[in-house]
Nanobody, 118 residues
């Protein structure tokens, strides 16, 4: 059974940093691209960043380029999101996603809350 568990969220002041972690199980996740999305209150879920199976290629939303860094450790089945220079508009629930992990469907974790105070 596929499972994605996010952790590392919390309350932080603007300008601070957080490192989110996504622990994956139930698959050999080195076979799948992974990503992070976020959903702010009252807004639709939006793409943040994705990483290729090997970790050599990454794709960032314009709004987070230069502040967010995605990485993965395939030996540990983990994906990380380093977030620096946090802004209040980064406040959201952050979700880990495994691309086409279940048949032709993406698989999502339950999310971790990030709250940035001004």
């Amino acid at each position: 059974q596929v499972e994605l568990v996010e952790s590392g969220g919390g309350l932080v002041q603007a300008g601070g940093s957080l490192r989110l972690s996504c622990a994956a199980s139930g698959r050999s996740f080195s076979n799948y691209a992974m990503g992070w999305f976020r959903q702010a209150p009252g807004k639709e879920r939006e793409f943040v960043v994705a990483i290729s199976r090997s970790g050599t290629t990454t794709y960032y939303a314009t709004s987070v380029k230069g502040r967010f860094t995605i990485s993965r450790d395939n030996a540990k089945d983990r994906v990380y999101l380093q977030i620096n220079s946090l802004k209040p508009e980064d406040t959201a629930v952050y979700y880990c996603m495994c691309r086409f992990c279940v048949g032709q469907s993406d698989y999502w974790g339950q999310g971790t809350q990030v709250t940035v105070s001004s």
